[in-house]
T-cell receptor, first 117, second 111 residues
Framework: GAVVSQHPSRVICKSGTSVKIECRSL??????MFWYRQFPKKSLMLMAT?????????EQGVEKDKFLINHASLTLSTLTVTSAHPEDSSFYIC?????????????FGPGTRLTVL | RKEVEQDPGPFNVPEGATVAFNCTYS??????FFWYRQDCRKEPKLLMS???SGNEDGRFTAQLNRASQYISLLIRDSKLSDSATYLC????????????FGRGTQLTVWP
């Protein structure tokens, strides 16, 4: 199957700093990338959908100024958590889709575990 | 009401057992349905898509009942390696790729 990588896999930062997470599709061109967040023992929650070259579409309740998403190429999307606070500590997972037409197959990255002190 | 509801379990079964998970979804317009599995502290991995006619992949059988907005997963001859959390997933709406994830059902298979 298709491979999606994320970097870093784990990050610990101080409150108030910004953290950038990269998501790369390694062997296919991802027309659409998705960012999810998962708190312990909770379900994955979609944060935003990004299409290459256009602005991301954020889900209700997700602050676009806090979670900056850039999808500059067909193989790379980045999520920047600005001015991170302890409540932003979570497991952030990206997925990528090469969908053209009606298919929802998404390939997930391994996730980034963010801990804000 | 949550978009996708699952019994969180845990289900603890011996090797070789048959176990079934159920899931209900609230959006009658949902078109695509999936089961994913997620191991502890890992990303979810697609187990199988769910089709209206029902489908089988080895020891795994998925069923969809659109009238009742109900999805099921049956695992036969459970293996130790089946221990994981099983996520019921439906597409959020007609927009491609926006998925609702259930909270997951935890399965532990013991020897």
């Amino acid at each position: 199957g298709a491979v999606v990588s994320q970097h870093p896999s784990r990050v610990i930062c101080k409150s108030g700093t910004s953290v950038k997470i990269e998501c790369r599709s390694l062997d296919f061109q991802a027309t659409t990338m998705f960012w999810y967040r998962q708190f312990p023992k909770k379900s994955l929650m979609l944060m935003a959908t990004s299409n290459e070259g256009s602005k991301a579409t954020y889900e209700q309740g997700v602050e676009k100024d806090k979670f900056l998403i850039n999808h500059a190429s067909l193989t790379l999307s980045t999520l920047t958590v600005t001015s991170a606070h302890p409540e932003d500590s979570s497991f952030y997972i990206c997925s990528a889709s090469s969908a053209s037409g009606w298919t929802d197959t998404q390939y997930f990255g391994p996730g980034t575990r963010l801990t804000v002190l | 009401r949550k978009e996708v509801e699952q019994d969180p379990g845990p289900f603890n079964v011996p090797e070789g057992a048959t176990v079934a998970f159920n899931c209900t979804y609230s959006n009658s317009a949902s078109q695509s349905f999936f089961w994913y599995r997620q191991d502890c502290r890992k990303e979810p991995k697609l187990l199988m898509s769910v089709y209206s006619s029902g489908n089988e992949d080895g020891r795994f059988t998925a069923q969809l009942n659109r009238a009742s907005q109900y999805i099921s997963l049956l695992i036969r001859d459970s293996k130790l390696s089946d221990s994981a959390t099983y996520l019921c997933v439906v597409n959020k709406d007609s927009t491609l790729g926006r998925l609702y994830f259930g909270r997951g059902t935890q399965l532990t298979v013991w020897p």
